[in-house]
């Protein structure tokens, strides 16, 4: 069956074929770890995890690749201000390599939560230098470069298409910001490489044929993509942010080297918000995977509220829909282990589930579909078989999961003895006061006559 996934490149629409015979490349934007990712960032990863779950389910063998940013993202997304690395690492008191592990590791386990599958290839901006050297030489040979004072910059009025992906109107920008520019001859060039500022010492920061320093932030995808996947694959990844600027680069960068515009398919993840409007590392305002578990959601639940939106629309986040989402997944998991084994696959439904997800990955419809097929005359036993196979693409586990025999923990059942007894003495505000005490610790407690029952929230 046909896969269409909408291509930003020539945003329509497009029927998917792969570039080669035996294998999809996608390379997906992975975080600079200055700090822990949000679940906004996640969102990304989780969308493409889908579409690499859907390219699996169409029987195609993806090499996944995900970078780390572990140099050269400065704090402007431009080309001024510190390199975000090394401001994280004041904040921590730590060195830049260090937070830089510390980030991997955290991400890497909220991936890991998530039911994220693990990419064939990681690769850090760091382990690269030698590669991103190579490619920056290329761009300079083929006469893209000059250099200022703190730099070497790509000359983006040597390309006539420059910014095509974001439609970048060029000269809207010349007139714009003339003032900004500093020794940069245009407004949309950026940094190949930038030097370590004169007298200072970077913690990171290597030899080149152009002076001490590290490699701008752009450089380092077009350098891994091409070295794991060739200058030209299939899929390239981001999140809706990086259109405008660093795909853009990226693009520019690799039609000056090798004149491709290095992928075939250019998809976005479109923003997770909240009440005050994007959810960004930089303002500090933002909800981790952990924050969601100190608050007894299941990291799944997680999962299952972003299979609910289409990944080309923003989605606003509320605790009341991850609620949501955390009951219906429970709902889901606990008819799903009711069920007995033994049946098979239902022709029908896998048919329309395919249809949904290859249409640019309609996973809240084929979610929809595994409701209707609950309320089916079709045997429970081919409902198993069936969900089972559906969620090799929504990647919700259900098939490990099993219901944890409740324990209850001392300090919660004297909570609850104290709450018993208060109510029975009517002291309903010292009652309300362990029940909130209970709620904070992931318990809650139904009354029966004189009894209780302790249940996880
Ligand atoms: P960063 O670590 O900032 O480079 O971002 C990692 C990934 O998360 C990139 O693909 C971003 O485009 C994406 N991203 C950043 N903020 C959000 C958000 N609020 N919602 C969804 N994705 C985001
Ligand atoms: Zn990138």
Redo the contacts with the bound molecule.
């Keep these: 069956m046909d896969i269409q996934l909408y291509d930003n490149w020539e945003r329509r629409l497009r029927p998917f074929t792969p570039l080669r015979n035996d294998w999809v490349g996608l390379y997906?934007?992975?975080?600079?770890?200055y700090?822990y990712?949000?679940?906004?960032?996640?969102?990304?990863?989780l969308f493409e995890d889908i579409l690499r779950r859907t390219l699996e389910w169409n029987g195609y063998t993806v090499r996944h690749v995900i970078n780390i940013?572990d140099v050269g993202?400065l704090v402007s997304d431009g080309d001024d201000g510190e390199d975000k690395m090394e401001k994280g690492s004041r904040k921590a008191g730590e060195s830049a390599w260090q937070i830089a592990d510390r980030f991997t590791i955290a991400f890497k386990n909220d991936l890991n939560s998530l039911n994220v599958l693990e990419p064939a290839i990681w690769c850090k901006a760091t382990d690269h230098i030698a590669e991103q050297i190579d490619f920056i030489s290329c761009i300079e040979k083929n006469g893209y470069t000059y250099r200022t004072s703190d730099g070497i910059y790509f000359d983006t009025s040597k390309q006539d298409d420059y910014g095509y992906l974001a439609r970048i109107k060029r000269d809207a920008i010349k007139a714009g910001s003339r003032v900004e520019l500093g020794e940069k001859r245009h407004a949309t060039d950026f940094a190949l490489w930038k030097f370590s500022p004169e007298g200072e010492q970077r913690q990171m920061e290597w030899d080149s044929p152009w002076g001490r320093g590290f490699p701008g932030w752009h450089i380092e995808c077009s350098a891994m993509s091409a070295k794991y996947l060739t200058p030209w694959f299939d899929i390239h990844?981001?999140?809706?942010?990086?259109i405008a600027i660093?795909h853009s680069n990226e693009i520019a960068q690799n039609q000056a080297c090798h004149g491709t515009r290095l992928a075939n398919f250019w998809m976005?993840?479109?923003?997770?918000?909240i009440d005050s409007g994007?959810?960004?590392?930089?303002s500090g305002d933002?909800l981790r995977l952990q924050t969601l578990l100190d608050q007894h959601i299941d990291p799944l639940a997680y999962r299952y509220l972003c299979l609910t939106a289409h990944y080309r629309s923003?989605?606003q986040f509320s605790f009341e829909a991850l609620q949501s989402a955390q009951t219906a997944l429970q709902r889901l998991r606990d008819t799903f282990y009711a069920w007995p084994a033994g049946g098979s696959v239902n022709a029908e439904f896998k048919e329309k589930f395919t249809a949904f997800v290859n249409e640019d990955l309609n996973v809240p419809r084929a979610l929809a579909l595994v409701w209707e097929m609950l309320k089916s005359d079709l045997s429970d036993a081919d409902k198993k078989a069936t969900v089972t196979e559906f969620d090799r693409v929504f990647g919700l586990g259900l098939a490990n999961w099993e219901p944890r025999a409740l324990e209850i923990p001392a300090e919660v059942q004297s909570l609850a003895e104290q709450r018993l007894a208060a109510r029975a003495a009517k002291n309903w505000a010292e009652a309300d006061r362990l029940r909130a005490e209970l709620h904070a610790l992931g318990f809650e407690v139904e009354d029966k006559a004189g009894s209780m029952n302790i249940k996880r929230l």
């Design positions: 997906c934007c992975g975080p600079t770890v700090d990712a949000h679940i906004g960032n996640l969102r990304t990863y940013t993202h990844c981001g999140g809706e942010d990086h660093h976005h993840g479109y923003f997770l918000q994007k959810m960004s590392k930089s933002f923003q989605m």
